[in-house]
């Protein structure tokens, strides 16, 4: 079993709709939590970040991550083509490296 | 947010040659600095940690005399690939962990795409 399992896709949505992505982790140690997006044969670029359990919102961003069930989700309002990506989870115990998720691969049909 | 760089961002090279790629975080110091591998279509796998004035640590299955990494400075690493074979190509990705305003967080280069003819 991987320590981060997340739904390769891909999720198809037609433009306006709200998007939700998850993960689920087996390491209780995890601590901080992440989404990162990637465009084709780029860096992972930062979107959110949360420590320990609770939601963060940050525009059309929410992530939400509950540490009692072990499983981290991010929505999107008003999705967008531009947000058509793959969108990674990450996390980590502390400063260490980040475990990440297989990535779901979004696309937005204008 | 917090700038890292990579160069070269692609690099075609002959089998059995090295290559080296290099990772700088533009505006923080990074005490450490990681090293990912990214093949089509998969996530990133992590392949070594780098503490600014120590030796890497490399996870299980990287070959540490192949994959050299030197983090020399408090915003520099480098990974040379030392005689590349066709396997070795892969989509190289480093992040940096800042030391203050940046603590919790990682940033990662755009990569540096690698092919080993």
């Known amino acids: 079993q991987k320590e981060v399992e997340q739904d390769p896709g891909p999720l198809s949505v037609p433009e306006g709709a709200i998007v939700s992505l998850n993960c689920t982790y087996s390491?209780?140690?995890?601590?901080?939590f992440m989404w990162y997006r990637q465009y084709s044969r780029k860096g992972p670029e930062l979107l959110m970040y949360?420590?320990?359990?609770g939601n963060k919102e940050d525009g059309r961003f929410t992530a939400q991550v509950d540490k009692s069930s072990k499983y981290i989700s991010l929505f999107i309002r008003d999705s967008q083509p531009s947000d058509s990506a793959t969108y990674l989870c990450?996390?980590?115990?502390?400063?260490?490296?980040?475990?990440f998720g297989s990535g779901t691969r979004l696309q937005v049909q204008p | 947010g917090a700038v890292v760089s990579q160069h070269p961002s692609w690099v075609i090279c002959k089998s059995g040659t090295s290559v080296k790629i290099e990772c700088r975080s533009l505006?923080?110091?990074?005490?450490?600095m990681f090293w990912y591998r990214q093949f089509p279509k998969q996530s990133l796998m992590l392949m070594a940690t780098?503490?600014?004035?120590?030796?890497?640590?490399?996870e299980q299955g990287v070959e540490k005399d192949k994959f050299l990494i030197n983090h020399a400075s408090l915003t520099l690493s480098t990974l040379t690939v030392t005689s590349a074979h066709p396997e070795d190509s892969s989509f190289y990705i480093c992040?940096?962990?800042?030391?203050?305003?940046?603590?919790?967080?990682?940033?990662f280069g755009p990569g540096t795409r690698l092919t080993v003819l």
């Open positions: 992040s940096a962990l800042g030391t203050s305003d940046h603590t919790d967080t990682q940033y």
């Open positions: 390491n209780s140690a995890f601590q901080y």
């Open positions: 949360t420590y320990s359990s």
């Open positions: 990450a996390m980590r115990p502390g400063r260490r490296a980040l475990t």
């Open positions: 505006d923080f110091q990074a005490t450490t």
């Open positions: 780098s503490n600014e004035g120590s030796k890497a640590t490399y």
